[in-house]
């Protein structure tokens, strides 16, 4: 059974760096490209980050971009998401998704139960 | 990309027949994903690529379309199905996903 767990979410100033973290389990973690989607309160799903199978072409919302770096270890099976000068818009329930493809094109099969990111003085 | 569903929300009985739309600022070439959303889960892939059920998804629900317009239906709406329903694009980044239509008791 896939399982995705995500880790590291709390309450952080503006301006502050936080890293998030997925650990994975139940597939073949190599095999596929992963995402970050995030859920601000009240509003709806935006996608932030992906991975390729091989930790290439990491490409970015227009939101984050510059702020945010996604990375994955396929030894842990596991992928992070480093954050960067973190603003009140940041706030958000942050899902770890799992790509049906290798290549990242495809539909978001798998979702974890998500980690909230508070950035809040 | 930009996604637009419509409705934004809509009232509806059990039993019901429930189509929900969205499109595409341009040609998807069909690699367009609907999720169903519930407070407090996670949200559930039900149609991929268009119009492939995912495993396990009841088959009242389906998809269709091509190029820029789609469409989510439930044949047979039930009470576990009152949701928030979601469009995604994925033939480019930045992926994107429609504002949501909230399905909710007549």
């Known amino acids: 059974e896939v399982h995705l767990v995500e880790s590291g979410g709390v309450v952080v100033q503006p301006g502050g760096s936080l890293r998030l973290s997925c650990a994975a389990s139940?597939?073949?973690?190599?095999?596929?490209?992963m995402h970050w989607v995030r859920q601000p309160p009240g509003k709806g799903l935006e996608w932030v980050a992906l991975?390729?199978?091989?930790?290439?072409?990491?490409s970015y919302a227009d939101s984050v971009k510059g702020r945010f770096t996604i990375s994955r270890d396929n030894r842990k099976k596991s992928i992070y998401l480093e954050m960067d000068n973190l603003g009140p818009e940041d706030t958000a329930l942050y899902y770890c998704?799992?790509?049906?493809?290798?290549?990242?094109?495809?539909?978001?099969?798998?979702w974890g139960q998500g980690t909230w990111v508070t950035v809040s003085s | 990309i930009q996604m637009t569903q419509s409705p934004s929300s809509l009232s509806a009985s059990v039993g019901d027949r429930v189509t929900i739309s969205c499109r595409a600022s341009?040609?998807?070439?069909?690699?367009l994903h609907w999720y169903q959303h519930k407070p407090g889960k996670a949200p559930k892939l039900l149609i991929y690529?268009?119009?492939f059920l995912q495993s396990g998804v009841s088959s009242r629900f389906s998809g269709s379309g091509s190029g820029t317009d789609y469409t989510l239906t439930i044949s047979s709406l039930q009470p576990e199905d009152f949701a928030i329903y979601y469009c995604?694009?994925?033939?480019?980044?930045?992926?994107?996903f429609g504002q949501g239509t909230k399905v909710e008791v007549k």
């Open positions: 998704v799992k790509d049906r493809s290798l290549g990242g094109s495809g539909s978001f099969d798998y």
């Open positions: 139940g597939f073949n973690f190599d095999d596929y490209s």
């Open positions: 991975i390729t199978w091989d930790g290439g072409g990491p």
């Open positions: 341009e040609n998807i070439n069909s690699y």
């Open positions: 690529t268009a119009s």
């Open positions: 995604q694009q994925s033939y480019t980044a930045p992926r994107t």
